[in-house]
């Protein structure tokens, strides 16, 4: 296992606290504003551990935007409303992707934090930043509640920076299609979605390689923590290492828990938090995402326990009263008050689902590694072959980053397996 050369980072901003979506909104909920309050709760983030997250230029979105959709943007929050003609092109204002109050600035936010996180990163260190995860966004169009694609702008800034080998792992419960696509004919960029199939966008079936450097694993729904075990186990971690990325990216949509309104995935969050301590393993260097989630009570427990697990704190069995508090006045209009469970606010840990490995996640298994056998992912075993020792490998080209992060080089130089 690599090991980073600095602390974790946790980027966020007061901004999530403000109302968005508008009303009857499956993301006009409280998400990354409880996940920090419940950090603080429990006494998991200190002062120095915090970045406040700035906001993306307009130059900085152009790197992945088009000038029009970005200008349309501003203008549809500016004005409060937007015409026949803008909606049907850039796809905003609908019930899908509604505009609301302060839009534009929540948006260039979250992709700023995603900008800044992956610069925090190449210093040799994970950030934190739930609240990106942003994996529908186009270049042209906002789509599936996404109107900028931080997670296309972090990689941009990784590779702009002298990344030359980049995984990118994404556990959202939905297909990460737009940043496939953004990236499928780019020779430096690996990616790995698991994702629910059958469902929206309905891409990323099995047979899709795009460029050849993609893995797809649309799983079935029931998808169980021993499945996850399985498939980390056999495809993405030896994948992933044969890549022996610079840098990961990975995107932990909440959405893949049991209990999420949206999807019928059925992981735990320790599975889930475990995953993702491997998967950065995989690298000196991380940006850590959030992605969807439906249900406030899991949402806030995954990521409060993932920046647990990223930063090296134990979980408690039971929260603390000042912890319990955080969840109170939480209301979902997608779950109904029955189906609330009471450990839901007591505990952080799920109990795991261990349930059995199905044939089908087998199958699947066999039928992914034997494409990446045939395609881009062998030729990535010859690289890291001809690369070795692979810490050496780590380093983007000299002068290739910025004077401010020699701390790659060093924290490159000395990983360790
Ligand atoms: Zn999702």
Redesign the pocket.
Known sequence: MKTKRLPPVFVGHDIYRQPAYGNNHPLAIPRVERVIDLCRALGWLQREEFRPSPRAGAAELARFHTPEYIAALRQATQEGKVDAQARARFAIGTMENPLFPGLFERASTCAGGSILAADLCLEGRIAYHPAGGTHHGRADRAS?FCYFNDPALAILRLLDRGIERLLYVDL???HGDAVQDAFAADPQVWTISV?EQGRWPYTGSAIDTAGGRTCNLPVPSGFNDRELGLLLDDVILPLGGRVAPQAVVLVC?A?ALAGDP??SMALSNVRLWSAARAIVALAPAAVVLG???YNPWTVTRYWTGLWATLSGRQIPDTLPPAARAVFEGLECDLIDAEDVSPRWSTTLADTPNEAPVRREIEVLRDEALRRADTGCWSAARRLMADAAPIAAATLPAAGAIPAGADAIREGGRHAVD
Request: glycine share 42%; proline share 0%.
């Open positions: 599936g959202d419960a939905h994702h949509g959405d949206l999807s992605g969807g989630g």
